[in-house]
């Protein structure tokens, strides 16, 4: 604080000097091509667009901030000043924080004006929940970081060589370290780079029906805040940084920031996928975010209402559309669901980096029954177009849906696999001759005589006490 | 700026302008990013991370080449002779296939994924960048470019495996190495960085911003 303080008017000059100002034009050009596009081509959920955006902008500002920063540590001697300005009665500390606090000043201002205006986008276009500032913060705080490894750099090794050198070599570290991140060696995962389970990717299925867990991005904010603090006190331990006691402040920043970049590092290695598709971290994990989020589902007025999570409420007339067939086909009969309702996903990690989606229990629950549906966009993968939804929609969830209701989910019998294809109005040419001959008979029917007999005769079909030449 | 009675620059004007150029220190930082190449290699990327890791070192090469057009005399240098703009062009046309060769040296018995012909077109793609912001941007600036584009060409990998990929041959990392439309938008940025570099050199030759 006696050195901020102390500063203030040498602050307000470096702000008017430092040239990182006239690199924000092509950083906000940047960011534009790569975060804000790329950002805004995902479908407009809160989780997919902050999370993605985390790990971009961290890729924009960390190399040009890198090189800003050592540019301007190297300004002294560069211009042959460093005896000049020895002679000053500021410490040499407090004119290098001035410089370092100047160039992260003005890009922490392009930031919070990009990711600022993304935000604004993408509040305007989510259908449900507000914004997610973690990855914001996460974003914010790497910068601080980024400037103080330029400027150490800077400081160390003055040569025009270095901005270039180093911004390269940290954006090498930066985009390498996510290559070595894994279940069973987690501890890179405290890289700013990191906004979910880096091996599942971008996700539409998390932070939506529970909380996005903070347990990982604290873990980042204390690394980066170490490493500033480490980096920053680092510069004032040399002789001629200041007086004693401004070095024994340096050494205790030094010191206490190593110790908390060190405790985040153990915290990230900690970090495993909890069923909810975030990274739990045991020491700083609030139970009370296992809880899930309240929601009014939107619904569709189908033969089977169809009710989807509102933050997806974009995919209901296409998923709602994409099972009207079916639906028309089950409505009324025994046993048949009363809503088809959206679950969460649930996330398990295996061995190897492996990791398996799926549903938390059985497809159908509760009495009168509901059908759970899990949208092929809440699997981890590509974002896909419409019609592969719907196509994806139509085979997945209606033979899961018509599966469940003629009890064929395990080991179908012919009939109860000719019942399911008449249903469906697939092919049967992979059916056997016989099986083929009964689903295609079924199929000739009229819906409504299809309709009875199916009422008559789900219960015995159910428990697999129909035969194929028992179907119509 | 001397010359023999022949016209042609003496030894002694090449190495004192080399050496006001930091070329050897360029020289240094081109055979540390190869090693580093070579180091890297050894360790399993995934195919992503093959891709990015040669480009990433090829732009440090390209930031070394193009810092040295920076000079540090300026306008004083600039009266003093005829072959400035000679050895402004030899040092650029020296030194990138010097880099190239390294890198593709760096890689060679290990699996350098592009090959030599990516490493080739990225590195003079870069060099011309750099040149390019010496000339517009100043000496000091010059390696703003390359680092920028390199976050573009990262990008653009990424593309790749993430579509829709970005297909103009004008962020040429993201096309492979025997893609002709990027092999030529690369050369030409690089002639234009050495057209401008020889004929006005870098920008702001006493001082630099900041």
Known sequence: MTIAALSMPLLRLELRRNPTRWMLPPIAAVFWFISFRASTAYPPLWNVRAMSMQTSVVTVFAPALVGAAAWMASREARRGMTDLVACTARPRWGRQLAVWAATTGWALAAYLGCVGVLYAVIARQAAWGGPLWWPAVVGAASLPAFAALGFAAGVLRPSRFTAPLVAIAAFLVLETSVQLIHWDQPYWQVSPLVAGPWEIGTDQGVATFYRYLPDLPIAQVTFLAGLTAALLGGLGLTAGAGGRWLRRSAAAVTVAGLLAAGVATGWAGTGRLDPHGMIAIPALHDPADDRPIGYAPVCRDTAIPVCLHPAYAGYLPAVADALEPVLREVAGLPGAPVRISQAAATYRSGPANEFGVGLAGPAMTGTPPVFQLLLPSQLPGPIRPRDDLVSTIRTDAGRDLVAVLVGADRDPSPAQQAVMAAILHTSTARLDPDTAVAAQRLTALPAAARHTWLAQHLAALRADRLTLEQLR | ?210
Do not use: K
């Not at chain 2, 240094?28 to 990013?33: K, N, S």
């Not at chain 2, 240098?77 to 050895?87: A, K, Q």
């Open chain 2, 1 to 210: 700026m001397t010359a023999d009675a022949g016209g042609l620059p003496s030894a002694r004007l090449i190495r004192l302008f080399l050496t006001g150029r930091r070329v050897p220190a360029a020289l240094a930082a081109v055979v540390a990013c190869a090693l580093l190449l070579r180091i890297a290699l050894h360790w399993p990327w995934n195919t992503y991370g093959a891709r990015q890791l040669p480009l990433i070192i090829e732009t440090g090469c390209a930031a070394a080449i193009a810092i040295t057009a920076a000079s540090p005399f300026g306008d004083v240098e600039r009266v003093t002779g005829r072959w400035l703009p000679l050895l402004r062009l030899g040092i650029a046309v020296a030194l990138t296939p010097v880099a190239a060769g390294a890198l593709i040296v760096a890689g060679t018995g290990v699996h350098l994924a592009g090959g030599a012909s990516e490493v080739l077109r990225n590195t003079a793609g870069l060099t011309g960048i750099g040149l390019l912001c010496a000339a517009v941007l100043g000496g000091a600036l010059t390696w703003t470019g390359p680092i920028a584009y390199l976050v573009l060409g990262v990008y653009a990998l990424y593309t790749r495996w993430h579509p829709p990929a970005l297909s103009t041959p004008w962020i040429w990392p993201g096309r492979p190495g025997h893609d002709v439309g990027a092999a030529i938008c690369a050369g030409l940025v690089f002639a234009a960085g050495l057209a401008l570099i020889t004929v006005r050199g870098a920008r702001d030759p006493v001082g630099d911003r900041g």
